[in-house]
């Protein structure tokens, strides 16, 4: 038996991933501790883990407004760094009590790597994202000398100044939850494993509503997009309505379509595991989980990514043929119903899904992932 601590950011979207990956690994015997924000967590984990509480970080808030290098600079400068600093005594902490053999940590959580690094403990790079596996910065080498730049300070500070290489990705091993069919040749050495399936709970939802007789399309922004992503969803709206043979049904958090008519199924939550099986298509923001997620059922989409990793993720859907990519602050009603009639009807689309799927099971999930970090014990 050995010991392993999850370093996790209070993003949902990175918790979410390696829950599986956690639960095999105490399937087998291990000790598995979780650090972190204890209210993301609490709210997020199935059943009950030891948990060693990082605290609520202060975060800025980010203008909703935000795109380009001006959303980059906030995310490294106001979100990452800043979160890597509050992290770090708490991190420290929970690897003095848990005394972990081997830490994995979430390539967003870098404190958990700092950590690590300087007390010499093997690390993993839980890489729930794909974005940073291409080096999107690769044609901007101003901007890769200034992200080198803070990480640079970062670890002189609470990592070993000694060490060498970059925190995003463990000299260890770094884990993806994607696959080369999805991603293409990363920059640096990856295992990839697939994404991994989380259970799913259909309870609360209206199955009644649902119309055998139609093809079925999710329609999903994301809840941390409820600010910006209202316009859009009534455009989508708008799409489906001139559609009565395809039912659509959306994640409506925000309660965006409330005045809006239509035979639509809307819902503040849904549970997107149990429905992707009957979808023939998905419209979403290209958010890694819920891309992933959607191809691992053969389900082609409709990508209108706003931020972040997001164009990256929706560029390489499109480039693998699983997809269509709109631009979110341009896409009308015409556009958007254009894309639906494209990945509905071309079964090439379909198809690219398919081999994406299959590439996703033969990577093993979390089986796969739990085998390559024992080895590191």
């Known amino acids: 038996m050995s010991r392993f601590l999850v370093v996790v950011p209070p993003f949902t979207g990175h918790v979410n991933p390696v829950i599986g990956v956690a639960e ?8 598995v501790a979780w650090a972190g ?19 609520r970080a202060p975060l800025t808030p980010r203008s909703s407004g935000l795109r380009g290098f001006a959303a980059l600079e906030h995310l490294w400068e106001r979100v990452l760094i800043p ?24 390539q967003q959580a870098l404190a958990g790597a700092l950590v690590s690094e300087r007390a010499g ?36 500070q609470f990592g ?12 260890h091993l770094v884990v993806a ?16 494993v697939g994404p991994v399936r989380r259970r799913a709970d259909g309870g609360g939802f209206p199955w009644d509503a649902l119309d055998p007789a139609r093809p079925k399309v999710l329609v999903t922004m994301g809840t941390e997009n409820v600010d910006v992503s209202a316009g859009f969803l009534r455009e989508c709206a708008s799409a489906l309505r001139d559609r009565p043979g395809v039912q659509g049904v959306f994640a409506d958090p925000g309660h965006s379509l409330r005045d809006v008519e239509g035979a639509f199924v809307r819902v503040p939550w849904l549970p997107q595991q149990a429905l992707l099986p009957h979808m023939a298509a998905v419209v979403c923001h290209a958010g890694h989980n819920t891309t992933c997620e959607a191809l691992a059922q053969a389900v082609p989409l409709v990508l209108a ?33 254009k894309a639906l009639d494209d990945v509905l009807t071309e079964p090439s689309f379909t198809a690219a899904a398919r081999r994406v799927r299959d590439s996703f099971v033969a990577a093993g999930g979390a089986c796969a992932a739990a085998d390559v970090v024992e080895r590191l014990v």
Do not use: N, Y
Not at 37 to 55: E, K, M, N, Y
Not at 83 to 95: D, K, N, T, Y
């Open 37 to 55: 924000d204890a209210s993301v967590l609490a709210r997020t984990l199935p059943g009950r883990w030891p948990v060693h509480d990082t605290g």
């Open 121 to 156: 403990i093997p690390w993993a790079t839980m890489a729930t994202t794909s974005s940073e596996l291409v080096d999107p910065l690769a044609m901007l080498p101003q901007l890769r000398v200034w992200l080198a730049g803070l990480l640079g300070c970062l670890r002189t």
């Open 305 to 337: 990514p706003i931020r972040d990793d997001q164009p990256v993720v929706a560029a390489q859907v499109a480039r693998a043929g699983a997809g269509v990519r709109l631009r979110f602050s341009h896409a009308k009603a015409a556009h958007i119903g």
């Open 83 to 106: 979160l890597a600093c509050w992290m770090e005594p708490g991190v420290r902490q929970a690897v003095a009590r848990a005394r972990p053999d081997v830490v994995l940590t979430d």
């Open 177 to 192: 939850f994607s696959t080369t069919a999805l991603v293409g040749d990363p920059v640096v050495p990856v295992h990839f």
């Open 24 to 31: 095999e690994l105490r399937d087998r015997g291990h000790e």
């Open 160 to 171: 070993d100044p000694a060490a060498e290489g970059d925190l995003r990705f463990s000299p």
